[in-house]
């Protein structure tokens, strides 16, 4: 699917990013890696041909296009605290994302992407995929 996205202009810009798969290692095993980039189209395909286990990937990118690294970095940060809560995948980071310095404000308005993006999962993504 990666291959045949070249041409959605949404991928050219940041955004965060799940990788799903299974754990190469136990495949009875849910694995995910958790990233953020400024260029989704082309950290997908490195991706690609980096990482073996992914089957699947979910992109989150602004509609305003109004993302900043601080920001990226800090959806990161909540999307991974939020998988060890969650504890059902493997995670597949080797690096432990750090969470940025970043104003009261942007702090507020990023809970609140997160909190409406994990709902959207939460009522589509997951919906579809147990059927």
């Known amino acids: 699917m990666v291959a045949i996205s070249d041409d959605r202009e949404e991928l050219k810009g940041p955004g965060v990013y799940l990788l799903f798969g299974k754990d190469p290692e136990d495949n009875n095993k849910d694995m995910v890696y958790i990233g953020e980039t400024e260029e989704a189209y082309t950290r997908l395909r490195t991706h690609l041909e980096k990482k073996e286990f992914w089957n699947q990937a979910v ?4 509609k305003d296009e109004n993302f900043n690294k601080a920001h990226l970095r800090y959806l990161e940060f909540k999307m991974y605290e939020r998988a060890i809560v ?10 432990k994302p750090k969470c940025p310095a970043i104003s009261e ?7 609140e992407f997160f909190a409406n993006m994990t709902y959207w999962y939460r009522r589509w993504v997951l919906r579809f995929s147990m059927k």
């Open 59 to 62: 992109v989150v990118i602004s």
């Open 105 to 111: 404000s942007d702090t507020a308005e990023m809970n």
């Open 86 to 95: 969650v504890g059902r995948y493997k995670i597949d980071n080797t690096n």
